[in-house]
């Protein structure tokens, strides 16, 4: 099988490449059916944009099955090039920051947008088995909050595939767009498409910038932990391996024109997450900063993902403080890495 990968040296891209070369986000072997049963060949299409690094990939740059190619989305003779040959395009490629999209949404536009549909334009023209669209559960826009630990919160309304999409930032606006193209190509050209919408993910490699890896390093650092407003907007965790495991599900059994909604059913506060972040690495309550509330900031996310339980198998694995505390060690131990990815481009 030939893959091709955008946005792979991205976060959950670079892992992405990993599993389909046979191991997991930390290099651990896969095991059963994530592992990948036929001799594979991958390309890694990314900008190395500030947030794509050729470190994310360190481990896999010698392996002969892998190529790494640097180039853009939105450049229809070198994506038209690339995907002749290939069975299955995983789309990552995005500006990915929410935060960045309010201050500017331009490359947001461009890149989710533009580059989606210079994508589907030359699959569709060169023709490829299925595209896999990866996107998030942000596009459904937000639910009304409830306390994620009360009896209430078990029971509330979840984001389902069909929940009408209702982004309320440019950056899931242009991911939104991007799903209404992909679907679009479905219905209009006939395309194999799956689209994936996985909740916030965790993990290693995710860039400094990003809320958990920002508490992890100032806890780290017994610096302050910034928290928006009053710290109880809720977000639904999942760990990049389970998320990696339900997009390559979703590839292989996922039905064609199908929505599956990826989460692990790990819903927090922000609060509680960073209390437990502080409680894991040993560091005191009063490191926790309340800032000025960002703009439109959603308030509650929940997914239901029973639609990829039954449909294609796929069973989140990880536990959230287990993952956290693995997180919590990586990130003490990748010093180096973090450097590396934070210096700004010349
Ligand atoms: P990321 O920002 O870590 O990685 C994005 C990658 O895309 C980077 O390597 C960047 O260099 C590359 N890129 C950006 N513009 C490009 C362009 N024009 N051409 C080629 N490459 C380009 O993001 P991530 O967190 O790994 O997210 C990957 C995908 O998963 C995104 O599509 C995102 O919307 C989606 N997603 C992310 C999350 C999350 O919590 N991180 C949750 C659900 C879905």
Redesign the pocket.
């Known amino acids: 099988m030939r893959y091709l990968v ?8 670079s892992s992405l490449v990993r599993h389909l070369l046979g191991v997991d986000s930390v290099g651990r072997p896969l095991a059963g059916p994530a592992a990948p049963a036929e001799p594979v060949e991958v390309v890694t ?5 500030y ?3 050729v470190e994310n990939l360190t481990e896999v740059s010698g392996d002969p099955r892998h190529r790494f190619v640097e ?4 450049d229809g003779g070198l994506v038209r090039e690339l995907v002749r040959g290939v069975d299955v395009v995983f789309h ?6 929410v935060d960045r999209s309010i201050i500017d949404d331009r490359p947001f536009v ?2 989710n947008v533009l ?1 989606t549909a210079t994508l589907l334009a030359a699959v569709t023209e060169v023709g490829i088995e299925r595209f896999v669209q ?4 942000e596009v459904y826009g937000e639910l009304p909050w409830v306390d994620p630990d009360s009896e209430a919160g078990r029971d509330a309304p979840r984001f389902t595939e069909e929940t009408p999409l209702s982004p309320r930032s440019p950056y899931a606006a242009t ?1 939104a767009a991007a799903d209404h193209l992909v679907a679009a190509y479905h219905v209009t050209h006939g395309l194999d498409v799956v689209i994936t ?5 965790y993990g290693a490699r ?2 400094p910038e ?1 809320p958990l890896p920002v508490l992890i390093r100032r806890a780290l650092a017994d610096a302050p932990l910034p928290l928006y407003g009053d710290g109880l907007n809720v977000r639904d965790w999942i760990h990049v391996d389970d ?1 990696c495991r339900g997009i390559l599900a979703a590839a292989r059994k996922g039905r064609p024109g199908r929505v599956y909604n990826l989460g692990a059913r790990a819903e927090r506060t922000n609060l509680s997450l960073a209390r437990s972040v502080l409680a894991i690495l040993g560091k005191p309550e009063s490191l926790i900063d309340f800032v000025e509330d960002r703009p439109g900031h959603d308030r509650r996310y929940a997914v239901d993902a029973s639609r990829a339980r039954t449909e294609l198998d796929w069973v989140p694995r990880s536990k959230l403080l287990e993952q956290l505390a693995a997180c919590g060690s990586w990130y003490r131990a990748n010093q180096a890495w973090i450097e590396a990815v934070s210096k700004p481009r010349s």
Not at 92 to 97: D, R
Not at 134 to 137: H, K, L, P, Y
């Open positions: 955008t946005g792979g040296a991205g976060f959950i891209g299409l990314d900008k190395l944009t947030a794509g690094h180039g853009d989305v939105c990552l490629a995005a500006e990915s920051h461009r890149t580059g990866v996107s998030t559960d991911k919408r996985g909740s916030n993910t995710q860039h990003k998320h």
